[in-house]
């Protein structure tokens, strides 16, 4: 066998499953396979992670694509070489050949699930150790070397690399269920997404904005932030859903302070029959307990009361200074910051209540006829497919840009 490239694709979670092990480790490779992109990819098991080969990629976008993949922990890209110490040795030299930087300290770790190798651990690595320092010069240090080569010996042959990048961790995606995401313009929801992506729901969005007195910048930003996410999962479905009529409805139904409310109110409400509608079994928000006047502990209780549906809030005890540092991580805070006219701050009152009373917003409700609103807003509501290359999802945006602003 002569030697070959391939990374070595590992997971941490996933083999703790028990008996629903190879179920949760099929599903991480069907989404392996839909990140890679190609047709001919090779993946092999091991125990506890994937070897993964395709002639069709380079290495470095190989490794990349893997990277974005829920469920990996560990992606290193490899050379596999023949069942011998001077073949090992050999792809050693030639990978630091051509790693970046300067001379560094080394060290050589072996990890040998192939017993009938005829070395030890120690002394494949004494072995590859000293042919690396007659090539380099370089230095060995044990304890905290600069670069580290990794050498695991399987039964019939040898991997040797010397990266091990950090993958996304968590579930793969689509092992936990299926999730609807409130997506608004700003920094939270996208972040809110990627965390339950993390535990293995496969999330479609809803944007709630507020034509026909508002533009569409926030649609835009609603597609921009779902294309972003989908790198790491397959395909989603955006639902862009315009409620300006019903806001205007119900700020002139007498719901003063409580406006905000009523209106995460009628969010909920659309959500939970678009998530029925398409078999999403949770809905998804960005709140964080106590962020701003609308998510106070009364106000969250208040809202949930308007839906049956389980409202999953991964970012409740999260600050925003930890949802931004997170937002700028998966690379959604620059479009998150883009200016739009957001439908939450549409008809908001002077003051927000920091306690809203149930049967207070069911008497607005009752007088702003709710169910028809609700109505209203499905009617007027729209799809769009996230599928990098989709022409037909720049269609839809582009006929989003067409609507007509109406004044207040």
Not at 18 to 46: C, P, Y
Not at 326 to 352: G, K, M, Q, Y
Request: charged content about 20%; some cysteine.
């Amino acid at each position: 066998m002569d030697a070959a490239t391939c990374v070595l694709a590992k997971f941490g979670e996933i083999a703790l499953k028990g008996r629903n092990h190879r179920w949760f480790e099929n599903t991480l490779i069907r989404n392996m396979r839909h990140a890679i992109g190609v047709r001919r990819v090779d993946i092999r098991r091991r125990g506890g992670f994937l070897i993964v080969s395709t002639p069709h990629l380079e290495s470095a976008e190989l490794t990349h694509r893997l990277r974005q993949v829920m469920g990996l922990t560990v992606v290193q890209p490899a050379v596999r070489v023949p069942f011998t110490a001077d073949a090992a040795a050999e792809a050693a030299v030639g990978l630091l050949r051509d790693h970046p930087g300067p001379s560094p300290t080394f060290a050589v770790r072996v990890r040998r699930r192939g017993k009938s190798f005829p070395l030890t651990s120690d002394q494949l690595a004494a072995h590859i150790g000293a042919r690396i320092c007659r090539e380099f010069g370089w230095t060995v240090d044990l304890r905290a070397p600069e670069l580290a080569v990794v050498v695991e010996v399987d039964p019939t042959e040898i991997f040797v690399s010397v990266d091990r990048l950090p993958g996304q961790g968590g579930l793969p995606v689509g092992c936990t269920g299926r999730a609807l995401v409130l997506l608004s313009g700003g920094y939270d929801s996208p972040v809110a997404a990627y965390r339950s992506m993390r535990r293995g729901l496969q999330c479609d969005y809803v944007h709630f904005t507020g034509a026909p007195y508002t533009d569409p910048a926030s649609t835009y930003k609603a597609y921009a932030l779902a294309y972003r996410l989908s790198r790491y999962q397959p395909r989603a479905r955006l639902h862009i859903v315009p409620v300006g009529r019903g806001q205007k409805a119900l700020a002139t139904s007498g719901s003063g302070p409580m406006q905000t409310i009523a209106q995460r109110r009628l969010y909920l409400r659309v959500a939970q029959r678009l998530a029925r509608r398409h078999d999403n079994q949770v809905l998804v928000t960005g709140d964080s307990l106590g962020q701003v006047a609308s998510q106070t502990l009364a106000n969250l209780a208040a809202t949930d009361g308007a839906c049956d549906l389980l409202v999953l809030r991964p970012l409740i005890g999260w600050d925003k200074q930890e949802i931004i540092a997170e937002a700028r991580r998966i690379d959604t805070f620059d479009i998150s910051a883009l200016p739009d006219e957001d439908c939450c701050r549409l008809f908001t009152p002077p003051e927000v209540t920091t306690r809203a009373v149930p049967t207070e917003l069911a008497e607005v409700e009752a007088r702003a006829d709710i169910d028809a609103l609700v109505e209203d807003a499905l009617a007027q509501a729209y799809s769009i497919v996230v599928n990098p290359g989709s022409a037909a999802a720049d269609g839809l945006l582009q006929d989003a840009a067409q609507q007509r602003v109406h004044p207040l």
